[in-house]
Nanobody, 116 residues
Framework: QVQLVESGGGLVQHGGSLRLSCAAS??????MGWFRQAPGKEREFVAR????????LYADSVKGRFAISRDNAKNTVYLQMNSLKPEDTAVYYC???????????WGQGTQVTVSS
C-alpha cells in the first residue's frame, strides 16, 4: 500500500524557519513534490525533485527561501523553509508521481502558520 506521510508543520513567526518531511512507503517515485493550499485559494505548486538526478524546480514565490531535498535510502523528501512570510501560511501537501504525467499520490497535509 502506497502512503505519503507529512510531518513538521507548525506555528512560526515571520522570518522563521521550518522543515517539512514526507516519508513515502510502498514504492519509489519518479518525482516527489510539495504543494500548498491557503484558505479560500486554489492549491498551488511549491517545489519538486526528481528521484534519479535530484533536479529541482521551484515556484517563483519561494525561490531563494525554500529548498527541497530527498533521501532516497529513506524514501523521504524534505522541504526546508526559511525567511517565512505570513503569505506562506497554508496546508502543505506532499505529492508523488510514479511516471510522467499527473501526480498519482498525495499525503494528508500538514498545517504551516506564519504569524506577522
Amino acid at each position: 500500500q502506497v502512503q505519503l506521510v507529512e510531518s513538521g508543520g507548525g506555528l512560526v513567526q515571520h522570518g522563521g524557519s521550518l522543515r517539512l518531511s514526507c516519508a513515502a512507503s510502498g514504492r519509489t517515485f519518479f518525482i516527489m513534490g510539495w504543494f500548498r493550499q491557503a484558505p479560500g485559494k486554489e492549491r498551488e505548486f511549491v517545489a519538486r525533485i526528481s528521484y534519479s538526478e535530484g533536479s529541482t524546480l521551484y515556484a517563483d514565490s519561494v525561490k531563494g527561501r525554500f529548498a527541497i531535498s530527498r533521501d532516497n535510502a529513506k524514501n523521504t523528501v524534505y522541504l526546508q523553509m526559511n525567511s517565512l512570510k505570513p503569505e506562506d501560511t497554508a496546508v502543505y501537501y506532499c505529492a508523488a508521481k510514479a511516471r510522467v504525467g499527473s501526480y498519482d499520490y498525495w499525503g494528508q497535509g500538514t498545517q504551516v502558520t506564519v504569524s506577522s
